[in-house]
């Protein structure tokens, strides 16, 4: 019976390092594409809010940041962090990065 063990509570294999699910540590060319899709479509919302006349302080702030195909590669696919090596890390590493607005420049000092 303590065999069997399924759902959460599962023993991880010794061969993954006790650690069985994974993130991977490069973006495949698919993970890259909807990370360059999903910049394309908040640029598209930004054109439309601002072709509709409306004005605001967030709107503005959207404005000033870099189209997605004005961004470098480095800006696409990773973002800043104090914590890891050279304060970059892979965009596929920050918790529910698909739904997360992620900064899409450094900030100065870095």
């Given at each position: 019976?303590?065999?069997?063990?399924?759902?959460?509570?599962?023993?991880?294999?010794?061969?993954?390092?006790?650690?069985?699910?994974?993130?991977?540590?490069?973006?495949?060319s698919?993970?890259?594409?909807?990370?360059?899709?999903?910049?394309?479509?908040?640029?598209?919302?930004?054109?439309?809010?601002?072709?509709?006349?409306?004005?605001?302080?967030?709107?503005?702030?959207?404005?000033?940041?870099?189209?997605?195909?004005?961004?470098?590669?480095?800006?696409?696919?990773?973002?800043?962090?104090?914590?890891?090596?050279?304060?970059?890390?892979?965009?596929?590493?920050?918790?529910?990065?698909?739904?997360?607005?992620?900064?899409r420049?450094?900030?100065?000092?870095?």
């Amino acid at each position: 019976m303590l065999g069997s063990c399924l759902g959460a509570f599962r023993p991880t294999l010794a061969a993954l390092g006790g650690k069985e699910w994974r993130i991977p540590w490069r973006l495949s060319s698919t993970r890259k594409a909807n990370v360059r899709k999903r910049l394309r479509e908040v640029d598209s919302v930004v054109d439309t809010l601002v072709a509709s006349g409306v004005r605001c302080r967030q709107l503005d702030l959207a404005r000033a940041q870099p189209r997605e195909h004005e961004m470098l590669p480095r800006d696409k696919y990773t973002t800043f962090s104090r914590t890891a090596a050279n304060h970059r890390k892979g965009v596929h590493k920050v918790p529910h990065f698909t739904k997360r607005a992620i900064p899409r420049t450094t900030p100065t000092g870095f």
